[in-house]
């Protein structure tokens, strides 16, 4: 579904992926793990097209996006979450809900995918009146998730999305993941809190410094040792 192939991205002088390969196929939850500044959100933000790669291919479904723009990018079905949330805080949460479906003209479709992301998150539909701003940083994670979902994505970029959340709401949004994940949504998951990225993944990828050093599947990878270590508390 997703083949990424010896990406090289730099910032200025700054070599921030060197040569790194990686692929994703259908249905599939793939976790990038690895500590701040190893590469992830910059490796999820070239799949986007908000980054352009020195060289390198990322192949979805065969085709190429190395000249494809963000927008097509999410008409083609890849929608990322970004890190941070990012939501319109002056924006009501319905609102923000609509944006997410600013590829879909179909007024219907998008009343239906609002109902979805309600089913999904009732505390979203009942603070869908509610400025954007206003929400707890666990709502908020919710209502970014909740835009995504609206442009019906194939394959959902996943930054960061248990950033600055309690215990309890990670395992909530992990969970919810989960049901994206087996509702047909491939997912590419960039996550810092490596134990609940692998509890949940299929496979999984360590970056350090811009590089791939580990893969494999994500219950091995939770049993090697230079994993448990650097990642898992020892």
Do not use: C, W
């Amino acid at each position: 579904m997703l083949e990424v192939k010896n990406l090289k991205v730099f910032y200025g002088a700054i070599n921030a992926l060197k040569d790194i390969s990686f692929n994703l196929d259908e249905g599939e939850i793939v976790a990038l793990i690895g500590a701040n500044g190893a590469g992830k959100s910059t490796t999820l933000n070239t799949i986007s097209g908000i980054i352009r790669p020195v060289s390198g291919e990322i192949k979805y479904k065969d085709q190429d996006l190395s000249k494809i723009s963000p927008p097509q990018i999410v008409q083609m079905g890849i929608v990322q979450v970004p890190e941070g949330r990012k939501i319109f805080t002056r924006m009501t949460v319905y609102e923000n809900l609509e944006m997410g479906a600013y590829t879909i003209h179909d007024k219907t479709r998008i009343k239906s995918n609002i109902d979805k992301v309600f089913s999904i998150f009732p505390r979203l539909e009942e603070r869908q009146r509610q400025m954007g701003g206003t929400l707890s940083g666990g709502e908020q994670q919710m209502l970014a998730i909740g835009r995504a979902l609206m442009a019906d994505p194939h394959l959902l970029l996943m930054d960061e999305p248990s950033m600055g959340l309690a215990p309890l709401l990670v395992e909530q949004i992990f969970e919810v993941i989960q049901n994206i994940n087996q509702q047909g949504v491939s997912i590419l998951l960039v996550e810092q809190n490596a134990n609940m990225a692998l509890s949940i993944a299929d496979r999984a990828y360590v970056l350090e410094t811009g590089q791939v050093t580990l893969s494999g599947d994500a219950e091995e990878l939770m049993k090697n040792p230079i994993v448990k270590e650097s990642y898992l508390g020892g």
